[in-house]
């Protein structure tokens, strides 16, 4: 139980905390007003919203989308209303889908509110009263207790067995106790916190934009960037426009100087340019994002920005919270140790279900008896409660300190019912955990007279002469045991026991003549996909990163449980990222006592150095490096409602095994960009080549502006567009990431398309000498050949030949095929385009030609593919 969902009633009596001092009166009605005006209501400030007009400007600013807009500023001075109308569509498509992603993700910081309580218990002019949690202010005396969430950051007065939850601020997997004059954070809270124990009174000290939640959302204002393909996207269209005006300034010089009209040529040119630039591509982009977001739904997976599905296939390192997001969240003991032996306990979170392992068999609280009494122990000195889910949907949950609640969890699956401990033992006395003594202990009446003693705490606490009776041989024991176990990441417990005769003197000889019954090593233990997930990353080149909050020694261990760092790696913690260069940065695998600045600050670095960083998290600290990584990857279930609005990508499982999904369709939307550029570009090559050459070959004008623009629409639309929907290709997840500089047209592309920009020009204008030396209409041919010859190189693109996954795309192709037959064969279109009607003998050796472009492109992608499978990445870990 999180303690962040829904409004909760604070809990009763804190104001009158035993043992402590009269509170003081608080403040007045008039000096709180007064404060109220100086420093704010305790809210975060909201940021500005930008204009729509300024949002689709910001859209309109895309190089891409500039040569576009020129493109149909000429269609439309030529007087082609189609092909305008078009790209005008397709460019207010784009736009349009840009704009809302941005709208939605504006809402970030906007959900930092939702973690601040509605209401706060206060006390003023000397009484209690309850407050909107807007009108807390600096020097307000703020009372809190059990299921609390904390209104504004604080300092602790004064406290009963006051323990707050910080994991979603700190990344901390263990509460931490608060106590009065103590320092940061045991003498202070914060706001957004949950109070899982205990009651207090706290000194508010910050509110709003000053508080801890009002840090992070300052370090969220910052707008994350293009992505990967976007920055790619933007270089290439440079290039293309500068490259398209050279070509087609050329062709028009070139006409001029053969004596062709001016008028014509520079219809003839602007028509080129039109053809050159492949206006489907924001399409292409935009349905192979869309149907990538609705795959990656189909697994659980939610996309807030449809740019994200991409850069997942971009990632190159993986730098992921731990609590809550490699682990459960959720506290477990693991491992037992008594003198006479040791024991593994199986299960994941609070459920009873669950093994007790004792050299791999199972046993039972008969077969185990010192186990049985370790455990009964540990329940006894419990102030925890474990709640049976509501619905199958829904798990146990833990009702106080989440340790405890492990303690209870592990008694059951061995078989223990506590309600009828509770029944047998009731309890009489406790001492209360604090962090002076470091240990808590409980008084139980025995059913046949006398008392029982129960005690758990630190090994460094219970572990001495003073305290237990046992000889030194078995306290050496099992301070070794307790290092080891530390060593590995475990919280440690020391239990112990004693009975006693019911006597005057008792209470104060509590802990007198214990007998240490055992250690329990507690742990927020790995998920069972978080391994298969890590290695599958290192197969496909990725590189994980713990960033964490926790202990050094936990995130160490977790580190090695699940493959991410070996034992010799070095932790870096919070205090030393200061000190370390950027460059120093980028080599560290495991980074603990990490605050919110600190991972923004690791992210930054990782970026900087040129790598493209995606960033998994579920808490409050983890929203600012999921905001300003290349993508954010937050969970769904457990995650904050910070972390969800601040992040690209939702688990809605919570599963990280679902990341190696997104990256899997990341890499898909790339390929298929690059496979659409490839035939799209090709095609336009060969279009500027035929234009450029067939003069020298005594054809005047290859090709009318008509005809360009005919050809362009019918291999640029539907087919070009049914490209982005080709599915994922065989070792996909075998290869490297992109290197991040590395161009969209990078990897040997370049050549690839000049490859097959030559062999379609070359098809094209061997016909039309041909058909000009035989008497056929050779202009008529060269349109027919040129289009059909492109829709082949088409089908050679797909990813999977002979595969029917993609159907739309032979759907498409077929369609073209008859609508540029059409071109030369129905009356309205050839008054139109200027053609001839053709012989069945030329129209079967167009669709022959065709259907060698599909087989020559589908050997070049056989001998040349896009990249090949790698074994051992250089970035890939161990398996």
């Known amino acids: 139980m999180n303690g962040r969902e829904g409004d909760r009633q604070p809990g009763r009596d804190a104001h009158r905390l035993p043992n402590f001092p009269p509170a003081p009166p608080g403040l007045s009605a008039e000096e709180a007003q007064r404060r109220l005006e100086l420093h704010g209501p305790n809210e975060l400030p909201a940021e500005p919203r930008a204009p729509v007009w300024r949002r689709v400007l910001q859209q309109l600013r895309d190089p891409l989308i500039l040569v576009l807009l020129v493109a149909a500023a000429l269609t439309t001075a030529t007087g082609d209303l189609s092909d305008a109308a078009v790209i005008l569509l397709v460019i207010i498509v784009n736009t349009v889908v840009g704009v809302v992603q941005e709208v939605r993700a504006e809402q970030a910081v906007m959900a930092l509110s939702a973690m601040s309580a509605p209401v706060a218990r206060v006390v003023r002019d000397g009484a209690e009263r309850y407050v909107p949690a807007a009108e807390v202010v600096p020097g307000d005396l703020l009372l809190v207790a059990e299921g609390d969430i904390v209104p504004a950051d604080g300092r602790v007065l004064a406290a009963a067995s006051l323990l707050a939850d910080e994991s979603s601020l700190t990344g901390e997997s263990v509460p931490v106790e608060k106590a009065p004059d103590g320092d940061a954070p045991r003498g202070t809270v914060s706001a957004g916190t949950v109070v899982v124990r205990g009651r207090g009174r706290v000194a508010v000290t910050a509110t709003g934009a000053q508080s801890t939640l009002g840090r992070i959302a300052s370090l969220m204002g910052v707008a994350p960037g293009l992505t990967p393909l976007q920055r790619r996207l933007a270089r290439f269209g440079r290039v293309l426009a500068a490259v398209t005006v050279v070509l087609c300034a050329v062709v028009l010089a070139l006409g001029l100087v053969r004596g062709q009209p001016v008028e014509l040529m520079i219809v003839t040119a602007i028509s080129l340019a039109v053809a050159a630039v492949p206006e489907s591509l924001p399409a292409v982009v935009t349905l192979a994002l869309a149907l990538g977001a609705r795959r990656m739904a189909d697994r659980r997976a939610i996309v807030r920005r449809l740019p994200a599905v991409e850069t997942l296939g971009s990632v190159t390192v993986i730098a992921t919270d731990k609590t809550g997001t490699l682990t459960e969240g959720e506290m477990a003991a693991e491992q037992l140790w008594t003198p006479s032996g040791e024991a593994t306990v199986t299960g994941t979170g609070y459920a009873p279900e669950g093994r007790v392992l004792r050299d791999g068999e199972d046993v039972t609280e008969a077969d185990a008896p010192d186990l049985a009494a370790l455990l009964r122990t540990a329940m006894l000195c419990n102030d925890a409660a474990l709640e049976a889910p509501s619905d199958p949907s829904t798990g146990w949950r833990a009702l106080g300190d989440p340790t405890e609640a492990a303690l209870l969890a592990a008694g059951a699956r061995l078989g223990l019912d506590r309600a009828a401990l509770d029944r047998e033992l009731p309890r009489v006395e406790e001492i209360p955990f604090d962090s002076g003594r470091k240990r808590m202990t409980t008084l139980h009446r025995r059913p046949g007279g006398g008392l029982r003693v129960a005690c758990k705490g630190a090994p460094e606490s219970l572990l001495r002469p003073l305290i237990l009776a046992d000889g030194p041989e078995t306290l050496a024991r099992a301070s070794a045991r307790a290092r080891v176990l530390a060593r ?76 991410i760092a070996s034992h010799d790696e070095q932790v870096t913690t919070g205090e030393r990222i200061e000190e370390r260069t950027a460059g120093e940065l980028t080599g560290v695998r495991v980074y603990a006592r990490t605050t919110p600045e600190q991972k923004l600050h690791i992210v930054q670095a990782l970026r900087g150095a040129g790598q493209v960083v995606a960033m998994t998290g579920d808490g409050v600290n983890d929203g600012p490096a999921l905001h300003r990584a290349d993508i954010g990857v937050a969970m769904g279930r457990r995650g904050t409602e910070v972390a969800r609005q601040a992040a690209d990508l939702v688990l809605a499982d919570d599963n990280p095994a679902t990341i190696v999904a997104a990256v899997e369709e990341g890499r898909r939307v790339y390929a298929n960009v690059r496979r659409f550029l490839l035939y799209a570009l090709a095609g336009g090559t060969a279009e500027i080549l035929v234009m450029l050459l067939g003069p020298f070959l005594g054809m005047p004008l290859p090709l009318l502006p008509a005809q360009i623009l005919w050809i362009n629409l019918l291999t640029h639309g539907l087919p070009g567009v049914a490209l982005g929907a080709e599915p994922v290709a065989p070792d996909t997840m075998r290869n490297p990431p992109r290197p991040p500089e590395e161009s969209v047209l990078g990897a040997g592309l370049w050549p690839r398309i000049l490859f097959m920009g030559c062999f379609v020009a070359a098809v094209t204008l061997v016909t039309g000498v041909w058909a000009r030396e035989t008497g056929r209409p050779w202009q008529s041919m060269m349109f027919l050949i040129l289009g059909a010859t492109q829709l082949g190189v088409a089908l050679g693109s797909r990813a999977r030949p002979g595969s029917l996954a993609n159907p739309f795309l032979l759907v498409a192709v077929a369609a073209a095929l008859c609508l540029q037959a059409a071109g030369v064969y129905l009356p309205a279109l050839r008054d139109l385009l200027g053609t001839e009607p053709l012989a069945p003998i030329d129209l079967i050796l167009a669709g022959a030609l065709s259907g060698l472009g599909h087989v020559v492109m589908h050997l070049q992608t056989r001998l040349r593919p896009e990249r090949p499978p790698h074994e051992n990445s250089p970035l890939a870990l161990e398996s």
């Not at 112990?496 to 240490?516: F, G, I, K, V, Y």
């Not at 927020?524 to 202990?551: F, K």
């Open 488 to 563: 590995h990441g475990y919280r440690v417990l020391a239990v112990a026991s004693a009975d006693h005769e019911e006597t005057a003197e008792l209470p104060r000889a509590w802990e007198s003549d214990l007998r240490l019954l055992g250690l329990i090593g507690i742990m927020d233990p790995p998920r069972s996909a978080s391994r298969e997930t890590m290695a599958a990353c290192g197969r496909a080149g990725i590189v994980p990163v713990l960033i964490t909050g926790d202990h050094p020694l936990t995130a160490q261990a977790i580190a090695e449980r699940l493959g």
